[in-house]
């Protein structure tokens, strides 16, 4: 019997996160840092548009699946920002 590591044990690294939610949600800017467990993302994209704070984390934690649920990505804070929020954001 071959020990595979526990789902639990597993953790994930910046790249593969932001190529994860980049692959399911067309980004115009993503951002993340964190220390393995706790991420802080930064996500703009046009998708986000109308839509409020909690649809947006939504459509976000959509593109982890069941990266999140199997703590392979424990907890992740994100600001989110359609591209003229985040025009607004640079001036």
Request: aromatic share 6%; net charge negative; proline share 3%.
């Amino acid at each position: 019997m071959t020990d595979l590591p526990h789902p639990s044990n597993m953790t994930m690294n910046a790249e593969q996160i932001k190529q994860i939610i980049a692959a399911g949600l067309v980004c115009e800017h993503i951002t993340l840092d964190g220390d393995g467990r706790h991420w802080y993302a930064t996500i703009v994209s046009a998708e986000f548009e109308g839509k409020r704070a909690i649809a947006r984390h939504q459509r976000v934690y959509a593109t982890l699946g069941n990266k999140i649920t199997t703590n392979e990505v424990h907890a992740l804070s994100m600001k989110t920002f359609t591209p003229s929020e985040w025009a607004a954001q640079s001036v």
